[in-house]
């Protein structure tokens, strides 16, 4: 099984290569799904229910958004900016991603899956 964490290392090591604009992006990809996929599996979001008819990426930020712990909200914000920059990476073709781009994508996907719920209870979050 594949674990987000994983999905963040693979990026971080694509990084050491990100050479070329192509690699840029596929870094800033598994960035955001790493950190996707860490929020959807963390207790933070147990009472969340995926809409069959909208996006899940959108309507989890909501939820997310909508937490009483400021980390919750924080990683909210964070997955947000990470969803804009991938969206350019996989969508916008004509617009160049910089390696800026890719430094902070790690950033922000390292402050979600490494530091921002490493001490999250939810019993402290009800």
Not at 34 to 46: D, E, N, Q, T, V
Not at 65 to 80: F, I, T
């Amino acid at each position: 099984m594949i674990e987000p964490t994983m999905l963040l290392q693979e990026a971080r090591l694509l990084d050491e290569s990100s050479a070329t604009e192509i690699r840029r992006r596929t870094v800033i990809g598994r960035a955001y799904y790493a950190s996707f996929h860490f929020l959807r599996g963390h207790p933070c979001s147990k009472e969340f229910d995926a809409p069959r008819t909208s996006s899940v990426h959108k309507a989890l930020m909501r939820h997310l958004a909508q937490d009483d712990n400021p980390n919750v909200v924080h990683c909210a914000r964070l997955l947000g900016r990470l969803r804009a920059v991938r969206n350019l990476a996989d969508y916008t073709l004509d617009q160049s991603v910089s390696q800026q781009m890719v430094v902070e994508a790690l950033e922000d996907a390292g402050e979600i899956i490494e530091e921002l719920l490493e001490n999250f209870s939810k019993a402290d979050n009800d």
